[in-house]
Nanobody
């Protein structure tokens, strides 16, 4: 059964760091595009970062570029999002998503499975 389970969310102070994990089962994360999205209260879901399948090509939304890093551990079948220099505007529920193919970019319609989300709150 295909499943994505996020973890690592919580409360963090501005300027702090947090690493989110997305444990996958039922498919190999190395062969599919994988992405992180986020949704803040009252806002639309926003693409944060993606990594292509089979190659370690990554990209980021302008709002997180230089602060967030997406990575993948094929042996653990897990995708990570390292978040540094966090800001209050990064507060959101973060979702991991599996691409329909080995790419997906930051377009939600290109992803067919989603995790349940993990809350990240940046506040002092």
């Amino acid at each position: 059964q295909l499943q994505l389970v996020e973890s690592g969310g919580g409360l963090v102070q501005p300027g702090g760091s947090r690493r989110l994990s997305c444990a996958a089962s039922g498919f190999p994360v190395g062969e599919y595009g994988m992405a992180w999205f986020r949704q803040a209260p009252g806002k639309e879901r926003e693409g944060v970062s993606y990594i292509l399948g089979s190659v370690d090509v990554t990209n980021y939304a302008d709002s997180v570029k230089g602060r967030f890093t997406i990575s993948r551990d094929n042996a653990k079948n897990t995708v990570y999002l390292q978040m540094d220099s966090l800001k209050p505007e990064d507060t959101a529920v973060y979702y991991c998503a599996k691409g329909k193919t080995n790419w997906g970019f930051l377009l939600p319609q290109n992803y067919d499975y989603w995790g349940q989300g993990t809350q990240v709150t940046v506040s002092s």
